[in-house]
């Protein structure tokens, strides 16, 4: 049953300089399917995604390309990331983008009332700066240079020479947060998730915090510090906060209050800045800290992180121009163990694309529709008495239902995908074992034929809604086909925690015609 709770979910907001790629999918569609589960569970749902705008290789990449910083985000945005959610089906709330008013006048607003509580002040420093990262760079990411960049420093990410920056610079006081910190990762065990990644933040913040630079004063393009506008706050902090302001930080209390606290998904290259900064400045304000931080792997391509810069980088489009998006959707959240290293492959999509996909599900789906039609002139007929095998049908449904929204609460879309395939699984078994072509030739079966195909079918109606968050276009297309939009209303109104009930579908719906739900690919 829906608990009507606030469910905030953020993906991280990403350059748009850096066109996507399949890792920035993967992120996306995980939130994605995440948010659309608990809000069809009944939750008070709202995810957020975005672009982030400013910084030194913002303006750099401006200049390269002769615009304006402003003209050139403009341009990345409406080209490159607006089109990506739309590939993938994405149904994102909001969308932030880091330039845009409302973002720049609450950022304002958090870091004054953070100098006003007295817990930023001035200082000078001079570090090791990557642009790549926006970061300055801590000793274990800074590594000796080789071939071209031998006898220089370069970031560990990007392979790429750091740049020595002395500045006179704003600092905020990360290193009075330490004990706060490690308090709140012991009270709330499931604040950052995987236990690996929990791990590593403990042990980074046991080994000792510094203050955090929160300034720039060598490049224009940013938000004004509001106190010294010969300054503009760093981009990493800038970034933070845009899943505050997007929900009314400074100028909406009554919207703030609803949703926050947030739950955010990131990548695990990123998690000290969301796990560690992220709840230090928060507390500084005197608000809560996040729901929950959740770090996700890599997705490796011949053993590499996704990388444009290393020419690894795979735009999205390249796999749903061929496969659709559905399909994308499940073999990333489906492949990978949510929170660990993936590799991809274009062999391992093609060959669970066939198996999983075309013949597993989408035939089960084609050959019950087609039966029903055949048989019943595509009438879904009355269940009658059951057999042992009905009843372990029933079972399996209301088990998986169970298991797989177990999982999504541990933010483990993979295992709940697992969860749910044993019903894809047992449906074909029984249809193997049942034979309803057999039934169909002997009169005297007719009732045991009709009790076969309506397992069948309200087989596929609990799968139609369990699995409508992770694959949303074919699971409508099912749910049509099995007349459940006219008897039943639309898919996303069905109760997701409800679907392992038995007997929702109703005898005497007509059936529609079911093209393949994901057709045969013709391999090159």
Aim: charged letters at 25%; aromatic letters at 12%; a negative charge.
């Amino acid at each position: 049953m829906s608990t009507g709770r606030s469910f905030y979910i953020t993906t991280p907001i990403y350059y748009p300089s850096d066109l996507p790629h399949i890792g920035h999918g993967y992120t996306t569609v995980a939130v994605d399917t995440l948010a659309r589960w608990h809000r069809q569970a009944g939750d008070d749902t709202w995810m957020l995604t975005g672009t982030d705008e400013h910084g030194q290789k913002m303006l750099r990449a401006a200049a390269a390309n002769g615009v304006t910083p402003q003209e050139w985000v403009d341009k990345l945005v409406e080209e490159s990331w607006f089109p990506l959610l739309k590939s993938l089906d994405v149904a994102n709330d909001d969308f932030i983008r880091t330039t845009q008013q409302r973002h720049e006048d609450r950022v304002q607003q958090f870091v004054q009332a953070l100098f006003d509580r007295g817990y930023i002040y001035a200082g000078e420093y001079e570090a090791l700066y990557c642009v790549g990262c926006e970061e300055f760079k801590p000793e274990a990411e800074i590594v000796d240079g080789t071939g071209a960049f031998e006898g220089l420093k370069v970031c560990a990410i990007h392979s790429k020479p750091l740049e020595l920056l002395q500045e006179k610079n704003y600092f905020f006081k990360l290193s009075e947060f330490g004990d706060r910190l490690l308090e709140l990762y012991k009270t709330e065990p499931d604040f950052v998730r995987p236990e690996s990644a929990r791990n590593e933040v403990v042990s980074f913040v046991k080994s000792g915090l510094k203050d955090l630079s929160i300034s720039r004063s060598a490049f224009d393009w940013g938000i004004r510090v509001p106190w010294d506008d010969s300054h503009v706050i760093y981009v990493w902090v800038d970034a933070l906060l845009n899943y505050a302001t997007a929900v009314g930080y400074g100028t909406d209390p009554e919207q703030f209050d609803r949703r926050w606290p947030a739950f955010h998904v990131v990548g695990k290259d990123i998690l000290r800045f969301h796990a560690v900064i992220w709840p230090a400045m928060l507390m500084a304000a005197g608000l809560d800290v996040p729901r929950g931080v959740f770090a996700h792997g890599w997705l490796l391509v011949g053993g590499e992180k996704m990388s444009k810069s290393k020419l690894t980088g795979i735009a999205p489009t390249e796999i749903t121009d061929v496969f659709g998006s559905d399909a994308y959707r499940f073999y990333f959240l489906s492949a990978i163990a949510f929170g660990q290293d993936g590799s991809f492959s274009w062999e391992d999509l093609s060959a669970r694309y066939q198996a999983e996909l075309a013949n597993g599900f989408g035939n089960l789906a084609s050959r019950t529709t087609a039966m029903i039609e055949r048989y019943f002139e595509g009438v879904i007929p009355p269940e009658g008495e059951q057999a042992e095998g009905d009843r372990v049908i029933r079972e399996t449904v209301a088990n998986a239902a169970a298991a797989a929204d177990a999982a999504m609460e541990r933010f483990r879309p993979d295992e709940a995908i697992a969860s749910i395939w044993t019903i894809v699984d047992a449906l074909n078994g029984y249809i193997t074992e049942n034979e309803p072509w057999a039934l169909a030739k002997d009169d005297a079966q007719r009732g045991r034929l009709g009790t076969v195909l309506y397992t069948a079918a309200e087989g596929l109606r609990a799968l139609a809604v369990l699995l409508s968050p992770f694959m949303p276009s074919a699971t409508e297309k099912l749910w049509i086909a099995l007349g459940a939009a006219e008897s039943l209303g639309r898919l996303q109104d069905q109760p997701l925690r409800e679907a392992g009930a038995w007997g929702v579908l109703r005898a005497g719906t007509s059936v529609n015609g079911l093209a393949p739900l994901f057709p045969r690919i013709e391999q090159a």
